[in-house]
């Protein structure tokens, strides 16, 4: 393999690289998307629920009443009969005294009941708009997060199809090549660059005269500063017409 085609497939790893790193950005923005969906969807369930639980108290308070009130009226019932078997005018002062009471409470209690028949009227009214508007925020939602999914799979396939032509891209290298360019990849994105002049091309470190006479006689070597791959695009041989060139 030439020196200008081992620079072009190492060239062609970085680019491979980045579009990896960029399809994995992509996915984890989805999935971040699709978290964030999805908790909304969880906060809305958790809205109906506790509109659920308020009418279900409201309703349990209006039971509590009917179970006062009709427990007022029989004790009123019983009251009334035994006031007209009184023969005695104290005694029968003392029941017709109890009777107003019960008169009394019996009036209040469906005053209160009747109000709370009204608020479960209103809050359920309120409800069923609140609920319509959530049902239709949960649909959209479901709808957004079916697609997320959808494209996300997709993402996922095109990762996996870049991540093969890496390998193979990888393979295509000559092995003494393979381990330190990878290495090299995995703390910065261009592992191999032109020099300019005769400073290395990405931290401008001045190369030695004699790395520089051989960078010029068309090999390739390591930034004696950052230990980026240099050559020099001028000096490489030009492309065999057998050598293929990959390109992403
Ligand atoms: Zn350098």
Not at 120 to 127: A, G, I, P, T
Not at 142 to 163: D, F, G, P, V, Y
């Amino acid at each position: 393999m030439s020196a200008r085609h081992l620079v072009e497939k190492l060239k062609a790893l970085s680019s491979a690289h980045e579009a990896i790193s960029a399809a994995q950005s992509l996915i984890k923005q989805h999935l971040d998307q699709t978290k964030q969906k999805e908790n909304s969807l969880a906060q809305l369930k958790n809205s109906i629920a506790s509109l659920d639980a308020e009418a279900r108290e409201a309703q349990k308070k209006i039971d509590l009443l009917e179970l006062e009130l009709s427990a007022i009226q029989e004790q009123d019932s019983k009251l009334q009969k035994k006031l007209k078997t009184v023969k005695k005018q104290k005694e029968a002062l003392a029941l017709e005294k109890e009777v107003a009471q019960f008169a009394r409470r019996k009036y209040d209690t469906e005053r209160e009941l009747e109000s709370s028949c009204q608020e479960l009227f209103n809050l359920k009214q309120q409800h069923h708009t609140t609920k319509t508007k959530i049902l239709s925020e949960q649909d959209a939602l479901k709808t957004e997060l079916a697609a997320c999914t959808k494209h996300e799979n997709t993402l996922r396939q095109k990762l996996s199809s870049i991540e093969q032509s890496w390998v193979n891209a990888l393979n295509d290298v000559p092995e003494e090549w393979q381990s330190k360019y990878t290495r090299m990849l995995n703390s910065v994105s261009n592992p191999i660059v032109q020099i300019s002049s005769s400073v290395c091309g990405a931290c401008f470190y001045t190369i030695v005269e004699k790395d520089l006479q051989r960078i010029k006689l068309g090999e390739i070597l390591p930034c004696r500063s950052c230990y980026r791959f240099l050559y020099s695009d001028a000096h490489l041989s030009p492309l065999e017409t057998s050598e293929s060139q990959a390109s992403y």
